[in-house]
């Protein structure tokens, strides 16, 4: 083996350092370690909608107006609408969500009023509600129409968080133009929204 200068060895050694660097970044690259909701909005492409830090603050059976002129709702809304409007907040995406403080140990009664948009589209809008990642119902919303609909969600799907995460899914989900993302596809308008104790018996 020939001698070698330790300034010849040296550069032998950053070459190394740095080839190990760019398999190191390429390998995070192929397999980054990120939140579950990044990865399926920026990575997996399975959701529309990124929920943002929100804090859910919400009196316990206060109807909220979501109209243009209405309550201050963004502390509700972690993603997936957009507005409000004189006509309500818009749903955008194939998924919307809401987020109501809730306290706890108590059954509660989940209302949306929702209003279907009136692009082409099919007759009906098939919204699939969830609350705290449990189905509660497929409802059918039709173009134009308001309608009010109301969920029993349980105490215990409550739990000790406090907080209902809701979740609006739209399979009928409208593109408003040619070449448009999925991102901002229309379904429905929400006017209003409660979360009060459940009736008794």
Known sequence: MSDRSP???AAYALAAALALLELAVLWQALHPHVPAHYRAY???RTT?????????????GAELNFRSGGDNTRENRPCGWDGPAGDGMHSIGETSRLRLAAGGGQNLTLMLELTGV???GPERQRVIVSANDTHLDE???IPGETDRFSFDIPAALVGETGFVDIALDYPDAISPGKRVANTYWRSVKLTAASLSPAAPG
Do not use: A, E, F, W
Not at 48 to 60: A, H, I, N
């Open 7 to 9: 300034l010849t060895l």
């Open 42 to 44: 920026y990575i997996d």
């Open 48 to 60: 529309t909608c990124l929920p943002q830090p929100v804090s859910g603050d919400y009196v316990l």
């Open 118 to 120: 009136t692009l082409p």
């Open 139 to 141: 409802i059918s919303v």
